[in-house]
């Protein structure tokens, strides 16, 4: 704050209330600095007459009338016209005999003048940089008794000397250095403004804003006759007054409405309302301001926070999904772990959305997005799993002779598709969707980043030469899944990639038991059950979608207050970190598998743009132990800590290069590490002092993941990947923003 802003700056209370739709809220008290100016502006009587008085004036103009007539004529009741022929008299436009007086007459003839010349204030926001949309009129101004100041915060007093109510406010900090002098416009301007909001009629005419504006005002100046400005803008005068202050208002989010209004909002400090552009102006300052910032977590934490027993809601709602699969498809899903798996998180993102959807009044519309996404990628992850199961199950694969050309490919698969008995209705699906490369498919089950096209004519291919093979049943049932699969794979596409894409939730519902029942057409040894019912957990916690929906927002927080600000400017990243950090809020096994992901998130996205083909020829063959100790004396040198490079298999980083959409962690690291090692302006040496145990961090999070990417939460092995990985995150983003990488 500048200096000007001292321990003698005073506190101005104008009673800001938060609309009236609102019940249950928390609430942090803001203290905004701003510049009070006096102004003379011409305001309307409160003695302007209304419609009825206007027209009995006028009548009684013509001579005297009695009550009587006057109803008959305008269709009165005749107490109402006694009224305001007494109200007349006490504005003494009648006398006594209801004869009209000289005040009366002016008005009739329009000659009088409806506004009078009142003082208040008008404010200067130094946070928007605006003139507020407010007029404070002297009767109603409040300046308030302030106690204790000090890092960044004031006391002051909303309640009486027998009833004190002390509250402490956070200073908003603002450039105050810039004084600006607001003219006549700028203050009919607020004046108008704040009749609008307030909804005063007679400040100005309803039906036009009454307010010249610069424009037509200079338009009077330069002509040549040199016309006198409008009496408006000539009666306004700036009292000399001029004074920095502070405006106390709060922000507040809603407690009792989790799924539609639990965001953060700011009163209006001047009357009901909220302020959009003072919120906007405030969220930018929270990460420069200690006090904004934990002002904004505690709120946050006081709406999202979960208790024990909400966190144990959560894990019944998932075992209520378990439940559900169960019913439907038999115990024996637990055979197919990854399977099982992939349905629960199907499963539960169905019902999150589905319930989020049911209450949604608009306001969800972000958090609907987010989830609907992950139904989505979760239903993909769902078929290339079963998929998985089929083509180990039945390994009989040969290559078909495919080529080295995808569009060959494509029309070799295609036909080994239409002779088992698939149907492609439009008579090019088929084409577009096997657009393969030959070793994708070959190696489709042997690779943890699943390419659903691959995989399907990975298990053509065997199907070919086993007569056995469960295509044939899937094709008797469903002989047009090709095109099933080719728009759940263009929709995965959109939903893993940043965009403004709302999907129609009742067009994608279906696709959960689609694939359950792809699963038992595929997996021997399940059932398939198309009953739908409630689960006990479901019957006994009505609420339980509400908690899904407050642990993931806790998630949300914690991002925000665990990682660098960047991290938001990447969609899927964005929605790894939550998912590591929901992992982290129940404390269930996939930890090794969600940390895994965050960076294979991040190194995809800095690949995208610093991949280098050419470095392909520098990768070292790490089964060689001559190379893995010159690649670990190159690490060094860079100033990483690692005792061991991690291992990996040269042709799988060189295939990483080729296509680094489908690489995994390790493969994906080295990808980005050679490449970078070739960039002049690499980025190595300035990761490793802000991130010096980066590389051993990987071979960790590598290690932990395994097969499955499951581990006991409260694992040892996992405690130095804990320990380390949301330093090394940040490190990243921050690196990656500062190269225009987020």
């Not at 190595?684 to 051993?696: C, D, T």
Request: aromatic content about 10%; some cysteine.
């Amino acid at each position: 704050m500048e200096k000007l802003f001292n321990n003698r700056t005073g506190v101005i209370y104008q009673n800001p209330i938060l609309p009236r739709n609102y019940k249950r809220i928390r609430s942090r008290w803001l203290l905004i600095p701003m510049c009070e100016y006096k102004v003379s502006v011409p305001y309307p009587k409160d003695n302007d007459l209304n419609l009825f008085q206007m027209t009995i004036l006028k009548m009684l103009v013509s001579g005297s009338k009695d009550d009587e007539y006057l109803a008959n004529a305008l269709c009165l009741n005749t107490e109402l016209v006694a009224f305001i022929v007494d109200e007349l008299e006490k504005y003494q436009l009648i006398d006594d005999r209801r004869r009209v007086t000289n005040a009366g007459l002016q008005i009739v003839r329009g000659e009088s003048n409806s506004y009078e010349i009142r003082t208040g204030y008008i404010y200067y926001n130094y946070v928007t940089k605006t003139f507020m949309d407010a007029f404070v009129p002297d009767e109603k101004h409040q300046e308030i008794e302030t106690g204790s100041r000090k890092e960044g915060t004031i006391s002051f007093d909303l309640g009486t000397v027998a009833n004190r109510k002390w509250r402490k406010g956070i200073v908003v900090d603002a450039d105050t250095s810039m004084t600006i002098e607001p003219s006549a416009y700028d203050v009919l301007a607020s004046c108008k403004k704040h009749n609008k909001r307030t909804r005063n009629l007679g400040f100005v005419e309803e039906e036009s804003d009454g307010v010249t504006t610069m424009a037509e005002a200079e338009e009077h100046k330069n002509q040549s006759d040199k016309r006198d400005l409008p009496w408006e803008i000539q009666s306004v005068k700036l009292l000399g007054t001029q004074k920095d202050v502070y405006v106390a208002t709060y922000m507040f989010m809603a407690a009792d409405d989790v799924l539609n209004r639990s965001k953060l909002q700011v009163c209006y400090p001047f009357g009901e309302g909220i302020s959009a552009s003072l919120m906007e102006s405030i969220m930018r300052k929270v990460s420069k301001n200690n006090s904004l910032k934990d002002a904004v977590k505690g709120l946050k934490e006081e709406v999202f926070g979960m208790s024990d027993d909400d966190l144990e809601a959560v894990k019944k709602g998932h075992a209520a999904s378990e439940e559900k699969i169960v019913n439907v498809l038999s115990e024996r899903i637990n055979d197919y772990p990854a399977v099982r798996d992939a349905l629960l998180s199907v499963e539960s993102s169905y019902l999150l959305v589905k319930e989020l959807l049911e209450v949604n009044k608009g306001s969800n519309r972000e958090i609907i997005k987010k989830n609907l996404d992950d139904y989505i990628v979760y239903n993909y992850n769902l078929l290339a799993s079963i998929l998985v199961y089929t083509a180990k199950a039945y390994d009989y694969y040969t290559d078909a002779e495919l080529t080295s050309h995808v569009a060959q490919n494509a029309v070799i698969i295609s036909e080994i598709a239409k002779k088992i008995g698939f149907v492609d209705p439009t008579g090019n699906t088929f084409e577009r969707f096997f657009n393969v490369k030959a070793r994708a498919v070959s190696e489709a089950a042997n690779t943890s980043q699943h390419q659903l096209n691959a995989l399907f004519a990975h298990n053509i291919i065997t199907a070919e030469h086993f007569a056995e093979h469960p295509f044939y049943k899937l094709t008797k049932a469903v002989p047009k899944i090709i095109s099933y699969l080719s728009i759940l794979r263009n929709l995965r596409n959109d939903s893993v990639h940043p965009n403004d894409i709302y999907r129609d939730f009742e067009w994608v519902s279906s696709y959960r038991k689609k694939n359950m029942y792809i699963a038992y057409l595929l997996l021997d040894g399940l059932l398939f059950n198309n009953d739908e019912r409630e689960s006990e957990g479901d019957i006994q916690d009505p609420k339980s979608k509400e908690k899904l929906v407050k642990a993931t927002r806790e998630a949300e927080l914690s991002c925000e207050n665990t990682y660098s600000l960047y991290f938001q400017r990447n969609t899927y990243i964005a929605n790894q970190l939550r998912n590591l950090q929901f992992e982290i809020l129940l404390k269930e096994n996939e930890y090794p598998k969600r940390s895994s992901e965050v960076f294979e998130a991040i190194f995809k996205q800095v690949l995208s743009q610093r991949l280098l083909p050419d470095a392909m020829i520098n990768v070292l063959d790490s089964s060689k132990p001559e190379k893995r100790d010159e690649l670990l004396a190159e690490m060094r040198a860079f100033g990483f800590e690692i005792e061991e490079t991690p291992f990996y298999y040269k042709d799988k980083v060189l295939k990483t290069f080729r296509d680094y959409t489908n690489g995994t962690l390790l493969t994906l690291f080295y990808a980005w590490y050679y490449s970078e090692t070739k960039r002049k302006d690499n980025v190595l040496h300035k990761l490793a002092p802000r991130s010096p145990g980066f590389i051993k961090l990987m071979s960790e999070i590598h290690n932990n993941r395994g097969h499955d990417g499951k581990m006991d939460f409260n694992d040892k092995r996992l405690d130095y990947t804990k320990k380390n990985i949301d330093q090394s995150i940040n490190s990243m983003l921050d690196l990656m923003f500062e190269n225009g990488l987020l």
